[in-house]
């Protein structure tokens, strides 16, 4: 009976050992840094940087005197390509430290498709595809039929197929008569129809998410994004923001208690600019935080959103409807082994300290899920 007692205590001893040993393993491991990032590609001085998932082993992969600056980085969904955007020109990262050119841009954000097909450049309204740099503009001013003008802002993704549109659309009119009420929809519309040039009037296939007549004056569309999870997209109108679910429709309304922005999507901007913000104006712009508790609303005046004095911002809890003004952009950088951190303590602090960067949507420091001989030319 003592023997069986002890075999079993002993037995239990060597369970509980190798359950502790495994525990402490996963999490070392999780303190480290998450078990997906084997790397991070990072900008220091306008040049490209290689670093393993402790921060270390720093190794350069690419820079010089005629290299195109990198500032911010904007890897694609797996990382396997990494593009910034250097004199209003886009450029690629590609495994083995390969670096070419995908072509003249215009603005500053730009959003990856899920599958990383497609680049989405917001503040130009075009799409642009990663594989040859081929460019397709799929936004900004139509003349459309029966006297309608109309102005499409390409908002971002919720899925590979389907780009997120904001759409305002304004009868035109002449002193003789009263202005017409102009009408505002936030639609998912096919990449396929996006691509054809397809406008809201042609067809049925956009599915609207939210829409509104606005009389002069009234409720009309600011900006929309899509949450981190793809599963809702916030509104931002001149009286409220919202939260429109993707998979039921259900609408909320999360606050009243946003200012109105001060430049709605409507065709007036286009006509007025010669087409797009062109400089003069950045657009109103919804950002969520990662974990989705949070969305961010700018608001950058009649300014080019680079001086201070221009922005305008609050924080918004999507819970509680809560509005929270904000002097200065709160922070975004995700956490980092501290020997990589440590380097880039001023790189950091200088991209936090203005609206340029936030507003940009990029980083310094980009994890990957890629080996750091991935990046890096063969020897």
């Known amino acids: 009976m003592a023997m069986r007692c002890a075999g079993s205590l002993a037995r239990a001893l060597v369970r509980a050992c190798l359950l502790l040993a495994c525990t402490g393993v996963a999490t070392a491991d999780t303190d480290a840094s998450p078990a997906t990032i084997r790397s991070y590609v990072f900008c220091q001085d306008g040049e490209l940087w290689v670093a393993d998932r402790n921060g270390g082993s720093i190794t350069r992969i690419a820079g010089g005197p005629d290299f195109p600056r990198a500032e911010l980085l904007y890897p694609s969904p797996a990382a396997r390509r990494i593009t910034w955007i250097s004199d209003g020109e886009l450029w690629c990262l590609e495994r083995g430290g390969v670096v070419g050119a995908l072509g003249v841009v215009q603005g500053e954000r730009l959003q990856w498709s899920p599958d990383g097909r497609w680049i989405a450049m917001l503040d130009s309204d075009t799409l642009i595809d990663a594989r040859n740099g081929t460019s397709t503009r799929v936004g900004g001013y139509s003349e459309g ?28 009119w002449s002193p003789e008569t009263p202005p017409e009420p102009t009408r505002y929809a936030v639609s998912l519309r096919p990449l396929w129809a996006s691509l054809t040039g397809y406008w809201p009037e042609s067809s049925g296939h956009d599915r609207v998410l939210w829409s509104s007549t606005a009389p002069p004056g009234g409720e009309g569309l600011a900006a929309a994004a899509v949450s981190p999870a793809r599963d809702a997209v916030a509104i931002w109108t001149a009286e409220r923001l919202l939260i429109v679910h993707l998979q039921t429709g259900h609408e909320r309304a999360v606050s009243s208690g946003l200012p109105a922005p001060p430049h709605l999507i409507d065709w007036v901007r286009y006509f007025d600019w010669g087409g797009g913000y062109g400089g003069h104006v950045r657009p109103p712009t919804l950002i ?12 950058c005046g009649d300014g080019n959103g680079s001086s201070e004095e221009t922005v305008k911002a609050w924080e918004v809890e999507v819970a509680s409807g809560e509005v929270t003004g904000l002097m200065c952009p709160p922070e975004r950088q995700e956490p980092l ?7 880039l303590r001023t790189e950091l602090s200088a991209c936090t300290e203005g609206w340029g960067h936030f507003l940009r949507g990029g980083r310094i420091v980009a994890p990957t ?4 001989e991935y990046w890096l030319p063969p020897p």
């Open 369 to 372: 899920q890629r080996p750091p």
């Open 288 to 299: 969520w935080s990662p974990d989705g508790d949070k969305v961010w609303a700018v608001a």
């Open 337 to 343: 082994p501290p020997p990589l951190r440590a380097r």
């Open 145 to 172: 039929s029966r006297g309608i003008g109309y102005a499409a802002s390409l908002e971002g993704w919720v899925s590979a197929d389907e780009p997120l549109f904001g759409i305002g659309s304004e009868p035109w």
